[in-house]
């Protein structure tokens, strides 16, 4: 992939259904403010991008996290964890977006939003355990879709005049609700760093990753920021904060049933794709870290006829239903933006601690804004991303600490037998 596929692929992986299927609950906290609240996550994800550039610019290589977080630390507990995160992660995303498909399907057929989204679930897995391949131009179709319902949105938000006056700066629970939308909407700017796990597949990587990775981030921001202050323009923060398929109801205030109907397609379209994107890399997670060792060594077994991790395909089946039934898409979306968080915390260390430890490595590209070798932008990174950290329901963080406390377990339950390749 060349800079416009790769930056394209970004695009579409940050797009995805995040901002579909979260609008609502973002409006719900944070009221016309929900805007500085996608303002206040860009920045955050530019962060968490300008680090993910300078490391993969100098480790561009495929187990991105688990790579950089390794050689800044030199230690294998560290990036296990961190790996395990990551497929986590994947698991969780299935189950949040699906209950946004959930949503929207609700528009065409009365069934409870759950049982829609275990069916997509079941449904796109048996397509995973089939067989999939997806390459660049596909990618790069989906996000243009997509980005086509957030288009018409801004287009119609902005060509037609509100009835009233509108204040974009009334917070219904002031500061703390902004943060508190801040912190859910960051699951719409998850996706970014999953490019740098396409390294090994990209034209001139030291160069076209960065790149790739701040213009994609800058992109979506922008069609963010656009999109909140379209949605409010059209309908009220409190209708927009009922809604379980919040863009539809938002294009249908606006242009009747025909927007309607048109926005709930293009939803449908990109949480099913998100969806399957997510199920197809949590099964080749779990089947990379099996055939690597790092993982009990049925994980990676292939079925005989369909060349599909079979055995990985079931259990992220299994446990995506799990989440699903958890119902509440704002607890399973902070549970994905915790993990996230804690990542993220990593990588901007990682930046910081490698400046030091491996100062005479050639960086392609380096995080600007720096006294002497220490770069103040990852600094800034990692404050951010322990703040949000803090900002969890007590029941959000428990889950975290408990999908890492059993990732732990698993490290040293591996570790003992011989036939791993884990050690320190």
């Known amino acids: 992939m060349g800079l416009f596929h790769l930056t394209m692929y970004g695009v579409g992986l940050i797009l995805g259904a995040g901002i579909y ?96 989204a275990v069916f997509l679930i079941i ?17 790069t179709i989906f996000a243009l879709v997509t980005a086509g319902g957030l288009v018409l949105i801004i287009f119609l938000g902005f060509s037609i005049e509100p009835v009233e006056t509108i204040d974009y700066f009334e917070a219904p629970n002031g500061i703390t609700g902004i943060i508190l939308a801040f912190v859910l909407i960051f699951f719409a700017f998850i996706g970014f760093e999953d490019m740098a796990n396409v390294a090994e597949e990209v034209r001139k990587p030291k160069k076209t990753i960065p ?72 099964a080749r997670i779990l089947y990379g870290m099996a055939k690597s060792k790092s993982l009990p060594e049925f994980l990676g077994r292939v079925h005989a006829k369909t060349k599909t991790p079979w055995i990985a395909v079931i259990a992220i089946l299994v446990t995506s239903i799990g989440f699903a039934f958890v119902g509440d898409i704002v607890i399973i979306a902070n549970i994905v933006v915790f993990a996230v968080v804690i990542t993220f915390a990593a990588i901007n260390l990682a930046v910081i601690v490698l400046r030091y430890t491996e100062p005479v490595l050639e ?20 404050g951010t991303t322990v703040y949000m950290a803090l900002q969890f329901e007590v029941e959000v963080v428990l889950v975290g600490l408990a999908i890492i406390g059993i990732g732990s377990v698993l490290y040293i339950i591996l570790k003992r037998r011989k036939d791993f390749m884990i050690s320190d």
């Open 123 to 139: 449904v796109l897995s048996i397509v995973n355990f089939i067989g999939i391949k997806e390459s660049a131009w596909a990618n």
């Open 363 to 382: 960086r392609p590209f380096r995080v600007p804004v720096n006294i002497g070798k220490f770069p103040i932008l990852p600094l800034f990174g990692f």
């Open 211 to 282: 790149r790739a990775i701040i213009l994609s981030i800058v992109i979506t921001a922008i069609i963010y920021i656009l999109v909140s202050l379209a949605s409010i323009r059209i309908l009220n923060w409190e209708d927009l904060a009922a809604s379980s398929a919040p863009l539809a109801d938002v294009a249908h205030s606006a242009i009747g049933m025909n927007g309607s109907v048109t926005l709930s397609l293009i939803a449908l379209f990109a949480t099913a794709s998100t969806v399957l994107i997510t199920l197809v890399a949590g």
């Open 21 to 116: 299927v979260l609008i609502g609950e973002a409006a719900g906290f944070a009221g016309n403010s929900m805007w500085i609240s996608f303002l206040l996550g860009a920045i955050v994800a530019i962060f968490a991008g300008l680090s993910y550039a300078e490391l993969s610019a100098l480790f561009p290589k495929a187990a991105a996290e688990y790579t950089f977080v390794k050689n800044a630390f030199k230690n294998n507990f560290f990036g296990f964890i961190i790996g395990w995160l990551t497929a986590i992660t994947s698991i969780i995303v299935a189950a949040t977006v699906s209950l946004g498909f959930g949503g929207y399907l609700t528009q065409f057929i009365d069934l409870p939003i759950t049982i829609g």
